[in-house]
């Protein structure tokens, strides 16, 4: 049995040794009931790694930490690439604007810098020699003149002689024309009406009054079969555009006359110029 003592007083060593003892338990069941009230405060900490504990006034729970978020309250744009400019600024509402002209591309800011021809690239800006495929050779065909073309060097094709042209004079032999169709041209009536083979080679004229006829644009070689309706008028073919002496008329046997008009049928005559004189002939009526 310990004997205590009190204050002042003496004891022995096993005294303090149990004072001790006991203090070290007292501490200990302090510590776990200090463990044990806060557990029973605390939710489950399982699966709750990384939240934070809160209350609501109430009970206490463990939440997750939210996102930062926020709000943009206002979008500037300044700047230039290549020439294209861009400014202004957003706030509650706005537009950026793209200004300016493109320019200053350089072939590398590019996907395709190069084009290529038979199989040889060219850079974009460059310039190169192109060499015809010689595989199909480009061959003369009938009526051309000139070396056929096998790529390595230029030619020149022309319109060979034998072929006929839509300008100049040419003689033609052994051809055949087909489908030749003269020009029927109405002269307007007037005292001295003009009969200009360019109008056509067959001409028709109504008489209005006794007539004295021009022949200015006749050139030789040129002929026109000219239809006159004339009533009880006449033609006077005395003109020096004609000749000297106006119209040469053909006869049988010696040079003719003018011819008479029918009053009631149309009457033909042709004309026709050799040198520097027309000549006529009375083809008939009609």
């Known amino acids: 049995m310990a004997i205590f003592r009190g204050p002042g007083g003496s004891g022995d060593a096993t005294t303090d040794s149990t004072t001790q003892a006991l203090a070290a338990v ?3 069941n302090s510590a776990a009931a200090s463990a044990t009230l806060a557990a029973s405060f605390t939710p489950s900490q399982t699966g709750n790694s990384g939240k934070y504990l809160t209350t609501n006034g109430t009970s206490t729970s463990w939440e997750s930490i939210a996102s ?15 020439g294209i400019s861009l400014s202004g600024t957003v706030t509650s509402s ?18 395709n810098s190069s084009v290529t021809f038979n199989g040889q690239a060219v850079a974009l800006g460059a310039s190169g020699t192109i060499t015809a495929n010689t595989t ?19 030619v020149t094709v022309a319109i060979d002689s034998s072929v006929a042209t839509l300008t100049g004079i040419q003689n033609l032999s052994n051809k055949t024309i087909l489908g030749t169709k003269e020009t029927i041209f109405a002269i307007t009536d007037a ?10 080679g067959i001409q028709t004229i ?15 070689g040129q002929s026109v079969t000219l239809m006159v309706t004339a009533g ?10 004609f000749g000297t002496s106006g119209v040469k008329w053909i006869g049988a046997t010696a040079p003719g006359s003018a011819p008479t008009l029918s009053t009631t049928a149309i009457s033909i005559i042709e004309l026709w110029e050799v040198g520097t004189q027309v000549y006529g002939a009375f083809v008939g009526v009609a």
Do not use: C, H, M, Y
């Not at 706005?94 to 996907?111: C, D, P, V």
């Not at 005292?191 to 056509?200: Q, S, V």
């Open 26 to 28: 007292n501490a200990a």
């Open 68 to 82: 930062s978020s926020g709000t943009v309250t206002s979008v500037g744009g300044t700047g230039t690439v290549n």
């Open 94 to 111: 706005g537009n950026l604007t793209l200004g300016g002209t493109l320019g200053s591309i350089t072939n590398s800011q590019l996907s």
């Open 136 to 154: 199909n050779a480009l061959t003369i065909g009938t009526g051309l003149s000139g070396n056929s073309f096998n790529g390595s060097s230029a």
């Open 191 to 200: 005292a001295a009406f003009e009969i200009n083979p360019a109008n056509g």
């Open 206 to 220: 109504t008489l209005g009054a006794n007539r004295t006829p021009k022949g200015t644009n006749f050139t030789a």
């Open 232 to 241: 009880a008028n006449t033609l006077t073919w005395t003109d020096t555009t």
